[in-house]
């Protein structure tokens, strides 16, 4: 039976990491074994006492000691509920929910496009490549509407010493990259020829990479996207999160750009065996 009371998590500390987001430091109470084998891109559920429940990606996976990092954006009652909780406060915590990314393909070129608070579910995968646990080369494109609006200042500043970091502003400062990640597009395919593409941000941008992508020759099993529906179990019981005939929280959020279309009835083929090597 599915388990839907939360465990004790403890808000360890926070700091203010781009317009109206912080980032926290959080630590799962007596982890078990299920804590520790989260994989990029899976998502927990975090309730603040009085304010209920919500999704959340991981920032950085739970270590041996349950401690684990979160980004969150100010949007309504829960996270201004979350912003004035005092360091040392209980929250709630189920998780690990969701299918990450995928970790191990074989495509050595990969890009990494996001948007805003998209950047934060890619930071594990960004993170592993960094530090060489992946046999990836991995190149970055990262666009926020202004340069006040990034998030992740700490790990920008790192990742840009390990890998190709390119950031865009819609709204750019001069010496700032100006326009959407897809103004980029023609410079980055240029340079690297990636042979797999990763997306997360506004549903517009990734379906705009998507398609962009398919058009510069990568096939769409080889696109990835992150979906961002409403959520209350988390579990596939009470069908907030429906994608067609699926359920974003277990069948995603990650989802190939193939599977995608076919979920959303937009006929496209399945891939053959072929192609669904990704080597
Ligand atoms: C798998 C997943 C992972 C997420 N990871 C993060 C994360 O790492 N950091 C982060 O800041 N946020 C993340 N979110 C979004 C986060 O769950 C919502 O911002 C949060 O639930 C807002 O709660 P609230 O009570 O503060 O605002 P609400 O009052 O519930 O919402 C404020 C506004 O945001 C809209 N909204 C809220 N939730 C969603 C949603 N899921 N999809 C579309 N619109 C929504 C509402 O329609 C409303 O306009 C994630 C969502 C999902 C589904
Ligand atoms: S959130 Fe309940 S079925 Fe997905």
């Not at 006492?49 to 739970?62: D, H, I, K, R, V």
């Not at 004035?84 to 969701?98: D, H, I, N, S, T």
């Not at 080369?137 to 010493?161: D, K, N, P, T």
């Not at 019981?237 to 009835?265: A, F, I, M, N, S």
């Amino acid at each position: 039976m599915i388990d839907l009371t939360p465990r004790k998590l403890l808000l360890l500390d926070h700091y203010a990491d781009g317009e109206e987001a912080r980032h926290f430091s959080l630590r799962i109470d007596k982890p078990l074994a299920g804590d520790l084998a989260v994989i990029p891109g899976q998502f927990f559920m975090l309730t603040v006492p009085g304010f209920g429940e919500a999704p959340f990606t991981y920032l950085s996976l739970p270590d041996q000691q349950g401690r684990f990092n979160a980004l969150v954006r100010r949007m309504g009652a829960l996270t201004q509920g979350l912003f004035e909780q005092p360091v040392g406060a209980v929250l709630g915590y189920r998780g690990p929910f969701g299918k990450g990314w995928p970790l191990f393909f074989c495509a050595h070129r990969v890009l990494v496009v996001a948007g805003g608070c998209g950047l934060v579910p890619l930071a594990g995968v960004i993170d592993e490549a960094s530090q060489h646990r992946l046999p990836l080369q991995l190149s970055v494109i990262y666009g926020a509407r202004h340069s006040a609006a990034q998030v992740l200042g700490r790990e920008r500043e790192r990742w840009r010493q390990t890998l190709r970091f390119m950031e865009t502003c819609d709204e750019a400062k001069p010496l700032e990259r100006q326009g959407s990640p897809l103004d980029h597009f023609d410079e980055l395919f240029a340079a690297e020829a990636p042979e797999a593409v990763l997306c997360c941000g506004p549903e517009a941008l990734m379906l705009a990479t998507a398609e962009a992508s398919l058009q510069r020759g990568i096939a769409a099993h080889k696109i990835w996207l992150s979906l961002e529906r409403r959520m209350h179990c988390a579990d596939g019981l009470c069908g907030h999160c429906y994608l067609g005939t699926e359920y974003v929280c277990k069948d995603g959020p990650t989802y190939r750009y193939d599977r995608y279309l076919q979920v959303r009835g937009a006929g496209y083929p399945t891939a053959t065996k072929q192609d669904q090597r990704l080597c």
